[in-house]
């Protein structure tokens, strides 16, 4: 968003590329300014930010399981 401040798509680009690397509240912030930006994106936000928040539950249980095996290990 350095080249157009209030460009919806850059940060829907930038929210979707946070939430792949893992950086939640960095995704949510620019989602978030997307909607109010273009308030007809909504739908689509409140998509990315749900397949987000599956990632983001998929990996805590992956760390869970792992920490757990970590130490049931003899």
Known sequence: PREDPHSPKA???RG????WLGHYPEAS?????VIQLD???ENEVL???ARM???EQAGAAKQRA????FFDRK
Do not use: I
């Open 11 to 13: 940060y829907f680009r």
């Open 66 to 69: 792992e920490m757990t095996n």
């Open 29 to 33: 912030s620019d989602l978030t300014t």
């Open 53 to 55: 928040r599956a990632r």
């Open 47 to 49: 998509k990315e930010l």
């Open 39 to 41: 308030p007809s994106l």
């Open 16 to 19: 979707v590329a946070h939430g």
